[in-house]
Nanobody, 121 residues
Framework: QVQLVESGGGLVQAGGSLRLSCVAS????????MAWYRQAPGKQRDLVAS???????KYTDSVKGRYTISRDNAMNTVDLQMNSLEPEDTALFYC???????????????WGKGTLVTVSS
């Protein structure tokens, strides 16, 4: 069984910063692509940033230059540093990862339960 657990959400004023963290745990052989998604109230869940195991990153246009995704392969963690936050960044942020575990062949996609980020104006 694999679990993804996010942390680091909270309330911050516009212009402020937050750092989200996600750790994958369980009977893990290897974690492949990792990503952060967000879902604003009344909207669909959208990809924010992703990172491959080798460190290649992608960002959605609205966060380029403000967010930085990073990972630690030894610890099975992925972080999201968010700077210059705007009220429009308010959302539930979810961690996502492709994981090869002991009890399955190939990789399976997993989701965390989310961490809430609220940016006040």
């Amino acid at each position: 069984q694999v679990q993804l657990v996010e942390s680091g959400g909270g309330l911050v004023q516009a212009g402020g910063s937050l750092r989200l963290s996600c750790v994958a745990s369980g009977s893990i052989i290897r974690v492949y692509d990792m990503a952060w998604y967000r879902q604003a109230p009344g909207k669909q869940r959208d990809l924010v940033a992703s990172i491959t195991r080798s460190g290649s990153t992608k960002y959605t246009d609205s966060v380029k230059g403000r967010y930085t995704i990073s990972r630690d392969n030894a610890m099975n963690t992925v972080d999201l540093q968010m700077n210059s936050l705007e009220p429009e960044d308010t959302a539930l942020f979810y961690c996502n990862a492709d994981v090869q575990a002991l009890d399955n062949y190939g990789s399976t996609n997993y989701w965390g339960k989310g961490t809430l980020v609220t940016v006040s104006s």
